[in-house]
């Protein structure tokens, strides 16, 4: 028919159910499924690869800078204590304080 305007679109005779019922589901695949679950899973992998990476480098601190006990801190102030005197200023992480006299 030349010359007429087409505006239904239908698959060629023979060929009505796969664009009718087949062809959505293969677009929908390629152009939305695949795609998003392409994404989740390298997503997935890299926050797998963020938590080994912080548990690693938190290892890593852990061996580098043992962290001193409470009681070894306690230990340490009263041997400052004991040879320091009365009047005896300590410095103790960011705070100062006047350790006899309970002044800071």
């Not at 305007?5 to 664009?19: A, I, K, S």
């Not at 390298?42 to 009681?71: C, E, K, Y």
């Amino acid at each position: 028919m030349p010359g007429a305007n087409v505006t239904d679109c239908r698959g060629v005779e023979g060929y009505e159910r796969l664009v009718a019922d087949v062809w959505p589901w293969v677009d929908a695949a390629l152009y939305a499924f695949v795609p998003f679950f392409v994404i989740l899973a390298l997503n997935s992998l890299i926050i797998r690869h963020l938590m080994v990476a912080r548990r690693f480098r938190g290892h890593q601190l852990s061996i580098s800078h043992p962290t001193t006990s409470d009681h070894e801190l306690q230990k340490t102030k009263a041997r400052i204590k004991a040879s320091a005197g009365p009047d005896a200023v300590t410095k103790c992480g960011r705070h100062t304080s006047r350790v006899d006299r309970g002044l800071g």
